[in-house]
């Protein structure tokens, strides 16, 4: 995997949404080490706020909820900053940006001398250096043959492959140089970890930091693939339930002006019903905009979700960072993989089936003014509507068949005020021909 991958967002726009804490918007990073803390949402929070909102005392501490996203994710009993995973990669970000503002004329001073402009950056030791620093590095044999890139070159990169922060092992202070990929571990490892804690007779997998963090990344690619497909058919059904909406609403003016005709015949004798009426419709067509309404907030939320999470992907796939990486990768992973299979409906939940039904309505004024003469309508999803057969099918026969219908949350549909009468459904054989009888299907 090229780890010159560009990142997809401009400094400014990093700084805000990636090195700010989500609850107090305190930086997630200082010089030397992450506060960021890693929810399994994928968005972020310092240390301080982790804590002050689960306290490490409580037995049954309460679920945290996201400030970003509202999703609640539940914690167990114990230290919450082992719940939720530092993300080392921020390490690098930060000094992205802090290179990147100094085209502002704030340049970064240099890591070794205090109040010392820095003109470098080397790459191995990831740190700023100022001129005699930099000659000094040059002598110097242990680290003469480390890259050095002038800050003049590295003020126009867009990407983080001179921002690499070394990652120590916290068990044995040496650098992670391989990857344990046993599932149990899933993490970058020292070398003297495979001969503690992640032993090949123990059945530990190790391979080069490297390969894995290649694998790893390909992965990843292939779960923003996926999860993109999912956020296109999460825009699709979108779009459908907008047009919904609109159908609903041009089918609301429709039926009041039925409405108006109808009352409008019947003089003086039908004024109150018609306030009657036009506030039952309206209550029906509130219900049926608010589910719309509330199918649209939902989705539109899982869209966010999913937009943060492969933008938090996709930055990951920039860090340079192996040891970085492969630390967060899993809890990325898992996020993505999660958006790909958490299911949701995929059409409306709510039409525009309300029927005012008028010609009745004239014919038995008289005598059922004011059990006929109300709006109705039905709530169908069609994914969970079923058809049954009665009897055996012979060819050239007719069948009764029965449709039941149901609404979103799978309960019967209620064909209230002739608005059966109303329907017309339609059935078709093998061949796609609609064979309707007088009595039923003809097969």
Not at 153 to 172: G, I, M, V, Y
Not at 212 to 234: G, S, Y
Not at 344 to 356: G, I, Q, S
Request: glycine content about 2%; overall charge negative.
């Amino acid at each position: 995997m090229d780890n010159n991958r560009p990142l997809s967002l401009p400094f400014h726009e990093i700084e805000k949404l990636l090195l700010k804490c989500s609850v107090c918007r305190c930086d997630l990073v200082d010089e030397k080490s992450s506060f960021a803390h890693l929810l399994p949402c994928l968005h972020t929070v310092c240390r301080s706020c982790l804590l002050d909102n689960v306290p490490d005392t409580e037995e049954n501490p309460k679920p945290l909820q996201c400030v970003e996203c509202q999703e609640v994710h539940p914690l167990s009993k114990g230290d919450p900053t082992k719940a939720f995973p530092v993300d080392n990669t921020r390490l690098d970000l930060w000094e992205f940006v802090q290179l990147k503002k100094s085209v502002n004329g704030l340049d970064p001073e240099c890591s070794v001398c205090d109040g010392v402009k820095a003109s470098t950056r080397c790459v191995d030791c990831a740190e700023f250096l100022c001129i005699d620093c930099t000659s000094a590095h040059e002598r110097t044999s242990k680290t003469k043959h480390h890259e050095i890139k002038d800050l003049s070159q590295l003020k126009t990169t867009d990407n983080l492959q001179a921002f690499r922060s070394p990652l120590t092992c916290p068990l044995h202070g040496e650098p992670f140089a391989v990857y344990c990929s046993k599932w149990t571990c899933e993490k970058p490892v020292c070398p003297m970890c495979t001969f503690t804690t992640c032993k090949a007779s123990e059945g530990h997998h190790i391979l080069s930091l490297k390969e894995a963090t290649a694998q790893l990344k390909f992965d990843l690619e292939e779960q923003i693939r996926n999860t993109r497909n999912i956020q296109q058919e999460v825009q699709k059904v979108e779009t459908l339930v907008e047009w919904e909406v609109e159908n609903i609403d041009q089918h609301e003016k429709d039926l009041e002006k039925d409405i108006d005709t109808t009352v409008d015949e019947m003089i003086e004798l039908l004024e109150e019903k018609r306030v009657e009426l036009k506030n039952d419709l309206k209550k029906k067509i509130e219900t049926k905009r608010g589910v719309l309404k509330k199918q649209r907030e939902v989705l539109h939320k899982r869209e966010v979700s999913i937009v943060d999470a492969v933008q938090f992907a996709e930055q990951a796939l920039c860090c340079s960072n192996d040891a970085a990486f492969s630390q967060v990768d899993k809890h990325v992973a898992k996020r993505l993989e999660h958006l790909q299979h958490d299911q949701f409906d995929r059409k409306p939940h709510e039409n525009a089936l309300v029927c005012f039904d008028k010609s009745r309505a004239m014919a038995a004024l008289q005598k059922n003014l004011k059990e006929n003469l109300k709006v109705s309508a039905v709530s169908v999803f069609s994914p969970y509507t079923t058809v049954e057969s009665w009897g055996e099918h012979t060819e050239n026969h007719v069948t009764k068949i029965s449709v039941l219908l149901r609404d979103y949350m799978r309960r019967p549909a209620d064909l209230e005020g002739g608005l059966s009468e109303k329907m017309k459904i339609k059935v078709a054989d093998p061949l796609g021909n609609y064979n309707i009888g007088s009595d039923g299907i003809i097969y």
